[in-house]
Structures are given as structure tokens and as C-alpha cells.
């Protein structure tokens, strides 16, 4: 049988098996439907409500919710599969009604929802998912249904098979027949074997001289998540001098205070061995002070970018505290860039225009996810080890960010 066909049969079965929950579910788009006006709004609050309501009456939400996916409204079904995930709906089953559903926004929930409940079961629709080159944009970013699809399996099975959405189909076809073969072989296994398992596949990755499978393992253990970080941490050790940077500012003449000087942090792998940085968006720092300052007239200069570290609105007094290991791996796995030895990037900013002529220090820092996840004083929840009721320090390796400076001089 055909992979294509291997899907169409398993989700078919699944639709199958789901029918009775679905007829004795109630009727969604009636008169007196207290959910339809919540659903239909995409507001996060919105989707609370609906939650409530549902507590109020002491209806299960996974299957009153089921229920939507025979409502015309693309944009109800897909609110209704988001208020499903924020419910705790762990059985893919109970989604089965939205699976051959045509609208890219009710795909993308259930995407979401299988990868953050981590439904085992759903990895037949996942693979029937990757082709689809229907983008999402979003204020994080522009993504494929597929590369979306594609991130949730490794997350799911712990695994990677070599799938490259830029790849040729018949390469494509191949790594989703490898995977279908694996989960045909593995799916009664438990998620800890998948887990095991799919660490020892990526550390074989990651040791191979073939960049795109370097990458391929590091991303993967990175998705693996906790269970992966010491496998992680020794990969990616690296020693200080390992990483080279310097600051260069080249204006065409000697730049006048009005002026925004061109500059470049240049960062180098100075090793012999490749080497992995992962810098998040907005990981670039510019700072930039009068050397020679007079007595009373302010360092600080104007221009740059803002720094990193600006102040951010801070989260409400009762708010969870963030899943920092989560947050650190994920963005890790976004922005994983491989270093061949001896290989350079560019990272372009400008300095100026400053508030009065004289010597200045351009400082740039880039954080660096790679090394910062290398920080093993440093538990990723967040608070420093103590001992004794004292903080430790960090100790040994090399720094979790890659600065340098140079001087420049502007004139009146």
C-alpha cells in the first residue's frame, strides 16, 4: 500500500470509530447555541468563555466542541479545535470530525493541538500533512502547513528521517515512507523508547560530517526537550577562543556627528571542528558611549538599535512563571546555525548619529542560545544553583553571549 493510501485508510478508520460520539453530541448553530457568539470570535478571552460556559453546564468540552466541525464557519471550527487544546484534549479521536477539513486555519489548530498534547495517534495525519505548501502569516513569522507538520512530528515520535521540504518529491516521498515504516514498527512502543531511541539517532546525526544531518540532530534534540540536554550540552561544549568577533565600522570619510556609521559585528569560528551559535531575533545589542566625555555632558550617545535588555511590560502579579528550558530549546531549534571552521557571519548595524563630537566605544553583544544552553550552573528554570543559600557562579566554558567594540571618532 501506498503512503498516501496508508493515510487515507488510517484516517478514514479513525472518522469511523467516531461517529456515535458525534451524533449524541449537541447541535452546534441553534437559536439558543450559547457557544456559537465565542466561537466566532478570535479573541484569547473568547475562548475562555467558552471553556466557562461549558464547566457551568458540566458538559465534557472534547466532545461538545467535536461537534463544530459540521459548522460552514472555517473560523468557528478552528476556534472551536484552539478551545479543544486549551481544554486538555489529549485523544486525537475526539478531533477525528476536523481531520479532512479544507481550511488552512482548522489544519494549523489541530497541528497545534497534536503537538502540544503530544498525541502519539496523531502521526498518520501529520505525515499526510507534510506536502501541504499552504503558508500561514502571523506576526512571528510565515510558515508551510508542512513545516509546521514537520516540526510536530519530531516532536511527537522523537525522531527525524532526513525530510527536507525544499528537497526533490521522490527524496521527499522516501524520508515519509522511512517515517511511516518507523511508526508501523514503533507505535506501541512508549513515548520514554521513543524518547531513548530518538536521542541515539540524533547524536549519530549530529557526529557526522554532513552539515545538513548535523543540523538535522541538534534540532532534534533540542525538540526532544529536557530528556535530550546533557546529550545536547556535550555536543555543542565549545572552549573560549573557539568563537571569534570584532567590531567593524568603515565610514567613506571621517563621519560628522550627524552621521549613522556603517558597522558589522563579524563573527568567526576560529576552531578546527564545526561549530553551532543559535542568535534569537532580537539578539543583536548596540551600545555606544563618549570616551572622552566632559566633565558633566552625558556618555551615552544616540542611535544604534535599542538594547536587548530594554524594559518589557511585565507579566500580571498571579501569571506562571514561563517554561524557560521550553522556551531556550524551541528558539534554539529556530535559529540553529552550523559554523564550518573558518566560516564568518555578518551581522550589519549602524552607529550614530551621537549628541556631540569626540572618541566613541561601539559595543556590540550577540546572544548566543547555543552557548547559554551550555551553562550548566545555570538549571534552564531559571534560578541559579546554590549552595549554602548562596548563588554559584558560573564556571568554566565559554561566554552565553559574543561581543566586541572598536573606536570611532566623529567630528563637529
Known amino acids: 500500500m501506498c503512503l498516501i493510501s496508508w493515510i487515507i485508510a488510517t484516517l478514514t478508520t479513525v472518522l469511523a470509530a467516531s461517529v456515535p460520539c458525534l451524533a449524541a453530541a449537541p447541535t452546534p448553530g441553534s437559536p439558543a447555541d450559547p457557544l456559537l457568539p465565542y466561537l466566532q470570535d478570535d479573541d484569547p478571552q473568547a475562548h475562555a468563555q467558552v471553556l466557562t460556559a461549558l464547566r457551568e453546564q458540566g458538559v465534557s468540552p472534547c466532545r461538545a466542541l467535536s461537534a463544530y466541525a459540521r459548522n460552514p464557519n472555517s473560523r468557528v471550527r478552528g476556534n472551536a479545535v484552539d478551545a479543544m487544546n486549551d481544554a486538555g484534549c489529549a485523544d486525537f479521536q475526539a478531533y477525528s470530525g476536523y481531520l479532512l477539513d479544507a481550511s488552512a486555519g482548522v489544519i494549523v489548530a489541530l497541528i497545534d493541538a497534536a503537538e502540544r498534547r503530544v498525541m502519539k495517534d496523531a502521526v498518520p495525519f501529520l505525515l499526510g500533512s507534510l506536502p501541504d505548501r499552504r503558508r500561514i502569516v502571523t506576526g512571528q513569522g510565515t510558515w508551510s502547513l508542512g513545516e509546521k507538520a514537520h516540526h510536530a512530528l519530531m516532536v511527537i515520535t522523537c525522531q527525524s528521517f532526513h525530510y527536507d521540504p525544499s528537497a526533490p518529491r521522490d527524496d521527499?516521498?522516501?524520508?515519509?515512507?522511512?517515517?511511516?515504516?518507523?511508526?508501523?514498527?514503533?507505535?506501541?512502543?512508549?513515548?520514554?523508547?521513543?524518547?531513548?531511541?530518538?536521542?541515539?539517532?540524533?547524536?549519530?546525526?549530529?557526529?557526522?560530517?554532513?552539515?545538513?544531518?548535523?543540523?538535522?540532530?541538534?534540532?532534534?534534540?533540542?525538540?526532544?526537550?529536557?530528556?535530550?540536554?546533557?546529550?545536547?550540552?556535550?555536543?555543542?561544549?565549545?572552549?573560549?577562543?573557539?568563537?571569534?568577533?570584532?567590531?567593524?565600522?568603515?565610514?567613506?570619510?571621517?563621519?560628522?556627528?550627524?552621521?549613522?556609521?556603517?558597522?558589522?559585528?563579524?563573527?568567526?569560528?576560529?576552531?578546527?571542528?564545526?561549530?553551532?551559535?543559535?542568535?534569537?531575533?532580537?539578539?543583536?545589542?548596540?551600545?555606544?558611549?563618549?570616551?572622552?566625555?566632559?566633565?558633566?555632558?552625558?556618555?551615552?550617545?544616540?542611535?544604534?538599535?535599542?538594547?536587548?535588555?530594554?524594559?518589557?511590560?511585565?507579566?500580571?502579579?498571579?501569571?506562571?512563571?514561563?517554561?524557560?528550558?521550553?522556551?531556550?530549546?524551541?528558539?534554539?531549534?529556530?535559529?540553529?546555525?552550523?559554523?564550518?571552521?573558518?566560516?564568518?557571519?555578518?551581522?550589519?548595524?549602524?552607529?550614530?548619529?551621537?549628541?556631540?563630537?569626540?572618541?566613541?566605544?561601539?559595543?556590540?553583544?550577540?546572544?548566543?542560545?547555543?552557548?547559554?544552553?551550555?551553562?550548566?550552573?545555570?538549571?534552564?528554570?531559571?534560578?541559579?544553583?546554590?549552595?549554602?543559600?548562596?548563588?554559584?557562579?558560573?564556571?568554566?566554558?565559554?561566554?552565553?553571549?559574543?561581543?566586541?567594540?572598536?573606536v570611532v571618532r566623529f567630528e563637529q
Not at 310 to 331: K, Q, T, V, W, Y
Open 172 to 406: 521527499q516521498r522516501n524520508a515519509m515512507t522511512r517515517w511511516r515504516q518507523w511508526y508501523l514498527a514503533k507505535k506501541d512502543l512508549t513515548r520514554d523508547e521513543w524518547v531513548q531511541e530518538g536521542i541515539g539517532r540524533a547524536r549519530d546525526y549530529a557526529g557526522r560530517d554532513y552539515e545538513p544531518y548535523r543540523v538535522e540532530g541538534l534540532r532534534l534534540l533540542a525538540l526532544i526537550g529536557s530528556p535530550a540536554l546533557p546529550t545536547l550540552r556535550k555536543l555543542l561544549a565549545r572552549r573560549p577562543g573557539d568563537v571569534q568577533a570584532e567590531v567593524v565600522c568603515l565610514p567613506d570619510e571621517p563621519p560628522r556627528v550627524t552621521d549613522a556609521v556603517p558597522c558589522a559585528l563579524v563573527v568567526r569560528n576560529a576552531s578546527s571542528q564545526p561549530l553551532a551559535i543559535a542568535p534569537p531575533p532580537d539578539g543583536l545589542e548596540v551600545r555606544i558611549s563618549r570616551i572622552d566625555a566632559p566633565t558633566g555632558e552625558p556618555g551615552p550617545a544616540r542611535g544604534g538599535p535599542p538594547p536587548a535588555d530594554r524594559a518589557r511590560p511585565s507579566a500580571p502579579a498571579n501569571a506562571p512563571p514561563p517554561d524557560r528550558a521550553a522556551g531556550i530549546l524551541a528558539a534554539f531549534a529556530d535559529r540553529l546555525v552550523d559554523l564550518a571552521p573558518g566560516e564568518v557571519l555578518r551581522y550589519e548595524f549602524s552607529a550614530g548619529p551621537v549628541l556631540s563630537a569626540g572618541r566613541y566605544r561601539v559595543r556590540a553583544t550577540l546572544a548566543d542560545l547555543a552557548a547559554d544552553l551550555t551553562q550548566d550552573a545555570i538549571p534552564l528554570d531559571g534560578a541559579p544553583e546554590r549552595r549554602d543559600g548562596k548563588a554559584v557562579p558560573r564556571t568554566g566554558g565559554a561566554p552565553a553571549a559574543i561581543e566586541a567594540e572598536a
